[in-house]
């Protein structure tokens, strides 16, 4: 019998740790059916079925979660030696894996890796763009950048943005057909463009003054998965929409979108990197972590 390989089992945790043989295959750089053939083959050099396939889901057997979990950390050991390995050279090399949703990538995160990646040109960065919470240790990712959400214990933080501030708006048009509303409950009965999470839930619009917080279930013709896509609609007037300031600055400034109840709309924390605290933090991952806490610093 053909002994176990190393690759074999490596091909074996990238398919477990996406469920997926197509992402599984992205992240490899090969084929599907390549991976596939390879899965197949391991599986009958062990006698045993390692994952229940059917046209729409992949799920570990039995067998499978027991060999998961003893090889993962053996594999991670492997990692970290390497890693390790990166303190004798001159720059750090390596690939950074960042999971962020599209208002953080397009607000901050972007610019940030554009700046870093002049300095570090060793180093290869890749964005998953996913608004839903990920577990980035499970998925894979190296780092998350999230809007202060709550971070288990075994996480830590970073801020690599300034405050940020959430903002009604309306078109000039609209707000003259509508009236200008005064107070949060006023939104109940007019037009609101809505955003709907990838949970399923949709986003209840948070208003703050005075040391009073309201939490509005607006209603209205059009809903959204994305925040970045209500700017066309509010221009349009089809609604009035809640975005991150930094989107509508422009057109706030050249007057196609007023703002609507701006006392109401306080500045909160921004975004934050958020990481794994094991033991090892990866090259490209501590000259990131290095490079933004600069970055941050030298604009305080």
């Known amino acids: 019998m053909k002994p176990v390989s190393a690759s074999d089992l490596a091909i074996f945790l990238c398919i477990a740790r996406h469920l997926s043989f197509s992402r599984a295959a992205v992240e490899l750089n090969q084929s599907p059916s390549a991976l596939s053939h390879a899965l197949r083959a391991l599986e009958q050099r062990l006698g045993l079925r390692l994952f229940n396939r059917t046209t729409r889901s992949v799920a570990l057997t039995e067998a499978g979660e027991r060999l998961h979990a003893r090889i993962k950390p053996a594999f991670r050991d492997i990692d970290d030696a390497l890693e390790d390995l990166n303190q004798f050279r001159d720059t750090p090399t390596g690939t950074l894996r960042i999971n962020a949703g599209r208002p953080a990538v397009q607000l901050v995160l972007l610019p940030l890796i554009q700046r870093f990646l002049d300095t570090f040109a060793d180093v290869r960065v890749e964005v998953c763009v ?137 500045h909160y924390p921004g975004l934050h990197l958020y990481y794994p605290s094991r033991r090892q933090v990866p090259a490209a991952l501590r000259a990131f972590i290095e490079f933004a806490r600069a970055e941050r610093d030298s604009s305080a």
């Open 130 to 266: 996913n608004d839903a919470l990920a577990d980035v240790v499970s998925a894979g990712f190296d780092a998350g950048v999230r809007f202060g959400e709550r971070l288990e214990a075994d996480m830590v933080s970073l801020p690599i943005g300034p405050a940020m501030r959430s903002v009604v708006v309306g078109s000039p048009a609209f707000i003259q057909r509508h009236g200008m509303p005064q107070k949060p409950e006023d939104l109940h009965g007019l037009p609101c463009i809505r955003h709907r999470f990838p949970s399923g839930v949709l986003y209840r619009w948070e208003f703050a003054r005075a040391g009073i917080a309201q939490e509005i279930e607006v209603d209205g013709p059009l809903t959204l998965d994305e925040v970045g896509l209500m700017l066309g609609p509010a221009l349009h007037g089809s609604g009035l929409a809640y975005v991150f300031e930094e989107m509508v600055a422009e057109q706030i400034a050249d007057g196609r979108l007023l703002q609507v109840l701006g006392d109401w709309c306080p």
